[in-house]
Each structure stands twice: as structure tokens, then as C-alpha cells.
């Protein structure tokens, strides 16, 4: 993720992480698996628009590493490249598992 400053109330929700890399992978505070995939859109669309370039989200994927499995957003900027942030999934996912 680019050294923007994030707002408050997504920053609030940020356990931990950059999202550059696999280790650096964002994990946030809740386990509300709905809040979750909003706030790492909010997050990628945040830090981007900031630094006021065109995006798309081109692809979101599930990837299993190791015991930890993670949601990937590959974006696509100013039709040129792609940039991919790293969200650590792993506790929000077990938590959804567990529901009735």
C-alpha cells in the first residue's frame, strides 16, 4: 500500500499490515465477513483515488498459503499496470464458517 495517509475510520479497522506482500498482508479488526470485503475495497479505492490516478478492480481471488488464506485484489491503474494488494482473511473466514 502506498504511504498515504489513510482516515481515521478505515485506520480504526486495521489490525495490522501494509498489503504489499503475502507477510505484509492487511488484517483488520473485525470478523464480520460482509464488513470485510467492503473495507478492503474502501481501502484499495481510498488509496488510490487519493493519489488521483483511474482504477479497476480487475480480479479478486482466494489464495491458501501455508495455514493462512487470503483475498487478493489485483487492480488495474490508468490502463497501464497492475497493482495487487495482500488482505490476511484467515480469522474472518473461520468465524464465517462457524455460522449457522
Known amino acids: 500500500?502506498?504511504?498515504k495517509k489513510i482516515p481515521t475510520h478505515l485506520l480504526h479497522q486495521i489490525q495490522q499490515g501494509?498489503?504489499?506482500t503475502y507477510r505484509r498482508a492487511i488484517r483488520f479488526k473485525t470478523?464480520?465477513?460482509?464488513?470485510?470485503?467492503?473495507?478492503e475495497y474502501e481501502i484499495v479505492s481510498y488509496i488510490i483515488e487519493h493519489q488521483e490516478l483511474d482504477f479497476r478492480i480487475?480480479?479478486?481471488?482466494?489464495?491458501?498459503?501455508?495455514?493462512n488464506l487470503f483475498d487478493i485484489l489485483d487492480v488495474e491503474i490508468e490502463?497501464?499496470?497492475?497493482v495487487r494488494y495482500y488482505f490476511?482473511?484467515?480469522?474472518?473466514?473461520?468465524?464465517?464458517?462457524?455460522?449457522?
Open 18 to 20: 501494509k498489503g504489499q
Open 31 to 39: 470478523n464480520d465477513f460482509k464488513d470485510f470485503v467492503r473495507l
Open 1 to 3: 500500500m502506498a504511504s
Open 58 to 67: 480487475i480480479e479478486q481471488h482466494l489464495v491458501t498459503k501455508g495455514d
Open 79 to 82: 490502463n497501464s499496470f497492475i
Open 88 to 100: 490476511d482473511i484467515t480469522h474472518p473466514f473461520d468465524q464465517y464458517k462457524l455460522l449457522p
